[in-house]
């Protein structure tokens, strides 16, 4: 969409100027799994990294390294429909990882995954922040999540961001779904 008012850079690359700039430096996982099925999960990332990375020496390193971050070298030449709800999640963000992005956005990264396997992703989504300094955006109704993961919280209504700070400051002390009542 353009600006109706306003300018906007991400990573000092303007949106409406530098938009393939921008695209470089994002990744995104979406809600939904938008995995081929009949694919491996090595397939899958391959298909995706050939938009980004033609020396096929870097790609093959690359893809490698994002199935060791999500833990999923041992499963790739394993079709996506044989995965596991979590498998297929951890299978999404290693395709938002392969162009190493500075930002990545997360859409209900851990929605309708079992305790286990939500911690899991939990535990990728800080180890991706802390070792590739990656700016994480997530969107998610689950406080708990946001308790976790986040170090500022938005909460919205109707689509418009009512408050914007730190856990600590948003709760006072209290869980952040109190927050809501």
């Known amino acids: 969409l353009i600006p109706t008012k306003g300018t906007i850079t991400i990573n000092g690359f303007d949106i409406i100027n530098e938009a393939d700039e921008i695209r470089k430096n994002i990744g995104i996982a979406f809600q939904d799994f938008y995995l081929d099925e009949e694919l491996t999960v090595f397939d899958n990332l391959n298909i995706h990294s050939l938009l980004f990375i033609s020396n096929n020496k ?49 859409d209900e990264p851990t929605l309708g ?37 986040c170090l500022r919280i938005a909460l919205i209504d109707e689509g418009k961001i009512i408050k914007i700070d730190t856990l600590k400051n948003l709760t006072n002390g209290k869980k952040l779904e109190d927050v809501f009542l």
């Not at 394993?78 to 999640?89: Q, W």
């Not at 911690?119 to 946001?146: D, G, H, L, P, S």
């Open 113 to 149: 995954l079992d305790p286990i396997a939500k911690r899991e992703i939990w535990k990728y989504i800080q180890k991706i922040n802390q070792e590739n300094k990656t700016t994480i955006i997530i969107a998610t109704n689950n406080t708990e999540e946001a308790e976790e993961l």
């Open 58 to 106: 870097k790609r093959l390193a690359r893809i490698n390294q994002c199935l060791n971050i999500v833990n999923l070298t041992d499963e790739k030449n394993t079709e996506a429909k044989n995965l596991s709800g979590g498998m297929k999640k951890r299978l999404e963000v290693a395709r938002a990882l392969l162009a190493e992005p500075l930002i990545l956005f997360l």
